[in-house]
């Protein structure tokens, strides 16, 4: 098939809008309508996970909203306390399933109504996940027939399902229209490796295996995130991504938020609430999102309304509990998508548990970088590698 024919384009209003491409369209749709902003999110999450696979030989899978993942994660064993987190407690999950469950982890609220990418064939475990939560649309590069069974029941059988071809390769060159104006570039194909890591101007040097996973990782997702960004990372996740900020210390100011609540989301405190059985998914994900991030008086407004909720007026968690609970975390790995220009960068990242930092470099003020690193034992390596997209 060459071309699909869109109900509308970004908006309502933006008619006539399709896709099309000269010697056919790499995907095949299994159910559902693709709608434009589908098809963004579809396309630019495919080519994050296939990226992931490439590098670390794990499945991996992303959750988009909007053009930038709100996670992105590889296909390892969720503790505990993360499988809780996740609403995954019990479950029987595979490594494709655990990928996704991880991704969409990330930022449970930003999550809601998510397209899901997974590198690896969908199957049965992954799919009763998503069965279970608000989401537009999967691409992957295959289905197990129960997983499509499944698949298709959701939104009353119009769940966007779509197949990628695996051997798909796109132009070198690519093109965008602006205002009637043709933009034209080379695609993005710089490769990010360990190489990228090799030049450390701190006076602590080392970063272990895992680090630079999760180093990679980071850079990886920020190649297909909105720019300016920034992204922390965890055991083989990404735990909080700050996109399209016009100020780089406001991108890891609020990726760090997200990662701060991605960590007291594992907290005794939050995983103790006793919500009722009745209570759906995404009230629980914005509960415990309040209780965990929120002051004394986004407190007051929850237990206001207890009893909806919760079997029992759940015990305040204090800022200070929050802030002795954050100061046990160590071991983040950090990502950047260009350098930092002023330290009060890292000084933001320190506060959310970051060992390991991964920034293009090249700023007047790297000194001023390196020597805040320093003064924090944090690990940075400088990647000469700049990953705006737009």
């Known amino acids: 098939m060459n071309e ?33 902003i589908n098809l963004l999110d579809a396309l630019n999450s495919w080519q994050l996970v296939r990226e992931l696979r490439a590098m670390s030989g794990l499945p991996a899978a992303a959750s988009f909203k909007h053009v930038s993942p709100a996670g992105a994660a590889l296909g390892l064993p969720l503790s505990d306390a993360l499988a809780r987190a996740c609403a995954a407690e019990g479950r029987d999950l595979s490594p494709v399933a655990c990928a996704y469950v991880r991704a969409r982890g990330a930022d449970r609220m930003s999550s809601y109504g998510d397209f899901a990418a997974v590198s690896d064939i969908c199957d049965e475990s992954l799919a009763e996940f998503l069965r279970g939560e608000v989401s537009d649309g999967i691409i992957a590069p295959g289905y197990t027939e129960k997983a499509l069974e499944i698949l298709k029941s959701k939104r009353k059988g119009s769940y966007l399902i779509l197949q990628m071809d695996e051997s798909y390769a796109p132009p070198a060159l690519e093109r965008k229209d602006v205002y009637g104006i043709t933009f034209e570039q080379q695609r993005n194909e710089v490769r990010i490796t360990e190489d990228c890591l090799t030049d450390r101007p701190t006076a602590n040097k080392d970063i272990p295996n895992a680090a630079k996973r999760d180093l990679l990782l980071a850079l990886i997702t920020l190649k297909y995130t909105q720019s300016n960004s920034v992204c922390y990372t965890m055991d083989g996740q990404a735990i909080g991504v ?6 780089r210390v406001h991108c890891t100011r609020l990726a760090g ?7 007291l989301r594992q907290s005794p405190q939050a995983l103790a609430l006793p919500f009722r059985d009745d209570v759906r998914r995404p009230d629980r994900d914005n509960a415990i999102d309040v209780f965990a991030a929120g002051d004394e008086d986004d407190y007051a407004l929850l237990v206001s309304d207890w009893q909806r909720l919760f079997t029992a007026k759940p015990a305040p968690f204090t800022r200070a509990e929050k802030r002795a609970y954050l100061a ?21 990242a320190h506060q959310s548990g970051v060992s390991y930092i991964a920034q293009s470099g090249g700023s007047i003020r790297d000194d001023n970088v390196i020597e805040t690193c320093d003064k924090y034992g944090i690990a940075m390596a400088m990647t000469h590698i700049r990953l705006f997209h737009h």
């Not at 491409?21 to 095949?28: D, H, I, K, R, S």
């Not at 700050?242 to 100020?247: C, E, I, L, P, Y």
Request: aromatic content about 12%.
């Open 4 to 36: 699909i024919a869109l109900k509308y384009g970004c908006n309502p209003n933006q008619t006539p809008a399709r896709v099309y491409a000269e010697g056919g369209l790499p995907f095949t749709v299994l159910n559902g309508r693709p709608g434009y």
């Open 242 to 247: 700050g996109a399209g900020q016009q100020s």
């Open 257 to 263: 938020n997200k990662a701060d609540i991605w960590q």
């Open 328 to 348: 046990t975390i160590k071991g983040v790995a950090l990502g950047s998508d260009a350098f930092f220009p002023f330290g009060d960068n890292v000084e933001r």
